[in-house]
């Protein structure tokens, strides 16, 4: 049987870009997408592992999915900087990675987050008046623009694809066979024997 690896990277590769293309052309990460990544992780990891230990199985992916989503949930209680749906596809990368891969993944998204969001505000500092106009006079622009500028799918997505190039490939180990000398009667291998002469 392959690793998990093989199964599960793909599917969180593939719904962490397809999140972040929605974030992006429609504001948000769908709620069915995030939820449904984070069941067929769980889901395929207790099917390639059980119960699992703290790093095998459905508990690692239980431990990853709330490594992940609890610092980013602690975000989105305190503000709009980071949507629950964010925070969904957070635990479901998480499920998918597993621990301790969830860790570095949780790291590597914050750091790519950090850059965005500086990136972002240097952008609108430059020209924000043409990207987003003022949608009140009563509150700060500032406030607006840090606060819903940042479609976080695309650190969430660049973070994932970055912890796996990290990790490297999950390549199965293989046993292979040593080789074999065949040894005739009378001790001599059998690529060194000469046939005699014939007559």
């Known amino acids: 049987m392959p ?39 769980l889901v395929l990891r207790l099917a390639f592992g059980g119960v699992g230990t703290i790093e095998t199985g459905l508990l690692s992916g239980l431990l990853g999915a709330l490594a992940c989503a ?75 623009d840090s606060a819903r500028s940042i479609p976080y799918g695309v650190p969430i997505a660049l973070g994932a694809l970055w912890a796996m190039v990290w990790a490297g490939p999950a390549v199965p180990d293989v046993d292979v066979a040593p080789e074999v000398e065949v040894v005739a009667d009378g001790g001599v291998p059998a690529d060194e024997m000469v046939e005699p002469e014939s007559q």
């Open 70 to 144: 609890v610092p980013f949930a602690v975000l989105a209680l305190s503000g709009p900087r980071v949507g629950w749906n964010d925070v969904k596809l957070l635990a479901a990368v998480g499920a998918g990675f597993g621990v301790p891969r969830a860790l570095a993944a949780v790291l590597l998204i914050s750091v790519v987050g950090a850059l965005a969001a500086i990136f972002f505000v240097v952008i609108r500092r430059g020209g924000s008046a043409s990207v987003r106009p003022p949608e009140s006079n009563a509150v700060p622009r500032a406030a607006v």
């Open 3 to 41: 690793p998990p690896e093989f199964v599960l990277w793909p599917l969180i590769g593939i719904s962490a870009v397809a999140a972040a293309v929605f974030d992006v052309k429609k504001g948000s990460i769908p709620a069915p997408l995030a939820w449904g990544t984070l069941v067929v992780a």
